[in-house]
Nanobody
Framework: QLQLVESGGGLAQPGGSLRLSCAAP????????IGWFRQAPGKEREGVSC???????LYADSVKGRFTVSRDNAKNTVYLQMNDLKLEDTAVYYC??????????????WGKGTLVTVSS
């Protein structure tokens, strides 16, 4: 069964950086759009970014200019580079596979999440 696995979360100071990775051991992410989502304590889950199968990227306004999504098809991994982190970026971050090549496609598989804590 397809299981996405996130890694790279941890503790960062405001203004710092982290890079999250999303992998799918035994399954290919090639040909699918991949989304990044986050859920902060007491808040609903929100979309952060998405990358289409061809590499087109979308970002939430709150992270635009600070986060960069990318994919390495040879490594079967999608990344979320997070720079200039802010306190409000603290959340559990999830990656999810879309049913097709576009970010507008429905999401069908989720990872279990990785915790990002931004604190001084």
């Amino acid at each position: 069964q397809l299981q996405l696995v996130e890694s790279g979360g941890g503790l960062a100071q405001p203004g710092g950086s982290l890079r999250l990775s999303c992998a799918a051991p035994g399954f290919t992410l090639f040909g699918y759009a991949i989304g990044w989502f986050r859920q902060a304590p007491g808040k609903e889950r929100e979309g952060v970014s998405c990358i289409s199968s061809s590499g087109g990227a979308l970002y939430a306004d709150s992270v635009k200019g600070r986060f960069t999504v990318s994919r390495d098809n040879a490594k079967n991994t999608v990344y979320l580079q997070m720079n200039d982190l802010k306190l409000e970026d603290t959340a559990v971050y999830y990656c999810a596979r879309k049913r097709g090549i576009w970010c507008s496609d429905n999401t069908d598989h989720w990872g279990k999440g990785t915790l990002v804590t931004v604190s001084s």
